[in-house]
T-cell receptor, first 112, second 109 residues
Framework: DAGVTQSPTHLIKTRGQHVTLRCSPI?????VSWYQQVLGQGPQFIFQ???????GRGNFPDRFSARQFPNYSSELNVNALLLGDSALYLC???????????FGPGTRLTVL | GEDVEQSLFLSVREGDSSVINCTYT??????LYWYKQEPGAGLQLLTY?????DMKQDQRLTVLLNKKDKHLSLRIADTQTGDSAIYFC?????????FGTGTSLTVIP
């Protein structure tokens, strides 16, 4: 069975641009969560979606948005990129909201 | 439940046991998790423990939970070079995961 997949694996953007990151959950999982992991730190929770609805939001500015599609895949959008947005963005899927999460390999975003 | 703390570094010799410690703040956490992250990779779930348990053993891994002190530990028996990675503990509060800062484990051959 395929695990959580994310695309692209690497991305380079410049300040002020926007970016869309994509995630496909494990088959049968209905919840997707997004995390930001800055180098040298633990992952920080951004969003959780379940059945296409936002079920949780971390302490991130409105420049960050996400959505979940009917097939349970998800997109994370970040507008007006800042240098500090450079990080590894991790997607995790789970059966439901409270179940253990399985992580994808991440998308490495570099903002120049 | 946002403050999950770990020591940053640990070095052990191959074949020895490793003990990675974690303290958390939210006593209402239902599950506590240990994840492993190798360089450039995502997080791999190693094991988890339900909050009403004191100990869980899974092959070379032993998780100890002291709920009174809000202290969680992961013991890796017979540590191998392939165990070199960053280890994160995480607690789930409601539907949100809070991760620790990570402990970088170096295994010396």
């Amino acid at each position: 069975d395929a695990g959580v997949t994310q695309s692209p694996t690497h991305l380079i953007k410049t300040r002020g641009q926007h970016v869309t990151l994509r995630c496909s959950p494990i088959s049968g999982h209905k919840s997707v969560s997004w995390y930001q992991q800055v180098l040298g730190q633990g992952p920080q929770f951004i969003f959780q979606y379940y059945e296409k609805e936002e079920r949780g939001r971390g302490n991130f500015p409105d420049r960050f948005s996400a959505r979940q599609f009917p097939n349970y895949s998800s997109e994370l959008n970040v507008n007006a990129l800042l240098l500090g947005d450079s990080a590894l963005y991790l997607c995790a899927s789970s059966l439901g909201i409270y179940n253990e999460q399985f992580f994808g390999p991440g998308t490495r975003l570099t903002v120049l | 439940g946002e403050d999950v703390e770990q020591s940053l570094f640990l070095s052990v010799r191959e074949g020895d046991s490793s003990v990675i410690n974690c303290t958390y703040t939210d006593s209402s956490s239902t599950y506590l998790y240990w994840y492993k992250q190798e360089p450039g990779a995502g997080l791999q779930l190693l094991t988890y423990i339900f909050s009403n348990m004191d100990m869980k053993q899974d092959q070379r891994l032993t998780v100890l939970l002291n709920k009174k002190d809000k202290h969680l530990s992961l013991r890796i028996a017979d540590t191998q070079t392939g165990d070199s990675a960053i280890y994160f503990c995480a607690e789930i509060t409601g539907n949100q995961f809070y991760f620790g800062t990570g402990t970088s484990l170096t295994v010396i051959p």
